[in-house]
């Protein structure tokens, strides 16, 4: 008889995986998400506190993105299946909200990354993919390749402060509305610097190549914690090359037992 439910089982991968099965992810995480949300519904569970991603947000948009664009559009067709699932979380909410009074609601955290990652290479996301491939490079004595220009975007937020505002939200958030739970606009780092950080982290001595040939995905998905903030003003995020070394550590301590 549980009363407060953490929801984040789904069907997940990094850009590659989700360009390859993009029906696997639809399918897989409407399930997913209908019996979470009607079995808790059913055990008269209080509040469930479901995870969503920035990447359900429309591909063609302004911004910074915030809580209320969700749904104004298509997301990237790299990763539609995905994407409309997840943003079915928000309209399953809503229903039981109106329809049964439940309090149930979605976060929507940026890249999420910290100890006990996946670093698989080809199904991972890419922080984690990246220090398993520095891990590797460093290990034959090669050069690092990297996937696409390096160019593209992204806000990195650390696993462990990530779980804090879960607890948050579990005990303090009342409103059905999600919640984008991300650093500042202003700690968004391109794929090269974050590569760049690791390689500081790790002691990385070789060479950094650019494989063009493979694909960026998104450019940018820039979000908002203005809505965070007016809860928060003073929660600390771990700063990123602090938490990009200690997600290091722990990756090359357990590398035995990683998921890889």
């Given amino acids: 008889k549980p009363t407060h439910v953490i929801h984040l089982a789904a069907m997940v991968g ?6 390859r099965y993009n029906l696997d ?4 995480n409407i399930h997913i998400n209908d019996n979470v949300l009607h079995s808790a519904y059913e055990m008269g569970v209080q509040k469930v506190v479901s995870c969503l991603s920035t990447c359900i947000f429309p591909d063609k948009t302004t911004y910074p ?9 298509p997301p990237h067709s790299s990763n539609f299946g995905y994407s409309y699932a997840k943003r079915m979380i928000d309209i399953q909410n809503r229903g039981y909200f109106e329809q049964h009074g439940c309090r149930f609601t979605a976060v929507i955290p940026t890249n999420v990354f910290g100890p006990d990652d996946n670093f698989n290479i080809e199904d991972g996301h890419v922080l984690p993919g990246l220090i398993h491939k520095v891990y ?30 879960f607890l948050w939200v579990l005990r303090e958030y009342d409103e059905v509305e999600p919640i984008i739970l991300s650093v500042g606009e202003e700690e968004e780092v391109s794929i090269r610097e974050a590569a760049e ?17 493979k ?6 998905k820039t979000a908002s914690n203005a809505k965070l903030r007016r809860y928060l003003p ?3 995020f771990t700063p990123f090359r602090q ?7 722990w990756f090359t301590t357990n590398y035995a037992n990683a998921r890889k």
């Fill in 234 to 236: 003073s929660f600390q």
């Fill in 136 to 165: 590797l490079a460093k290990q034959t004595g090669s050069a690092l390749t990297i996937w696409g220009t390096g160019k593209p975007r992204r806000q990195f937020i650390y696993s462990l402060d990530l779980a804090r505002l």
């Fill in 197 to 213: 950080a690791i390689v500081e982290a790790m002691d990385f001595r070789g060479e950094l190549v650019f494989d063009t040939s």
């Fill in 215 to 220: 694909a960026d995905g998104q450019f940018k």
């Fill in 25 to 28: 992810f639809w399918r897989r």
């Fill in 65 to 73: 993105i915030d809580e209320s664009m969700i749904h104004n559009g």
């Fill in 243 to 249: 938490a990009v070394k200690e997600t290091c550590t």
């Fill in 14 to 19: 990094g850009l590659f995986k989700n360009i």
